[in-house]
């Protein structure tokens, strides 16, 4: 699989409604899920993968509050969380309207997708 060392967080975001209407906890952990996502704007959602990869020494973002705010998350952007066979997931469904990706240079997906 592909990795990049991150993804660009757009000027879009200061903008963004659906952002400005989380909460602190929420928009904290929208902004550090970002340069862990894949090329296909997918990775795994299960909340203490999140901890131990995505906000580590952020003491006060414990597993309780990473689920609700994965939760709210899920409801409020194009950033969905559930589960496929039993494991969580996060798929950033506008992923390509956001980043810039040369299409033969994704590698194959092989997360599961959000479906309606």
């Not at 131990?52 to 003491?59: K, N, T």
């Not at 969580?88 to 299409?103: C, I, M, R």
Request: charged share 25%; net charge positive; hydrophobic share 35%.
């Amino acid at each position: 699989m592909i990795e990049s060392k991150g993804r660009m967080l757009r000027k879009d975001i200061s903008r963004s409604r659906k952002f400005a209407s989380l909460s602190k906890e929420s928009q904290v952990l929208f902004c550090l899920l970002i340069p862990h996502f894949d090329a296909h704007g997918k990775m795994n959602g299960q909340a203490e993968y999140i901890k131990g990869g995505c906000a580590p020494l952020i003491d006060w973002l414990t597993i309780p509050i990473i689920n609700k705010c994965l939760k709210e998350i899920g409801q409020k952007t194009s950033v969905k969380w559930f589960n496929f066979e039993g494991v969580s997931y996060l798929h950033a469904v506008s992923w390509t309207k956001y980043q810039k990706l040369e299409k033969h240079k994704l590698g194959k997906d092989y997360l599961p997708s959000w479906d309606k």
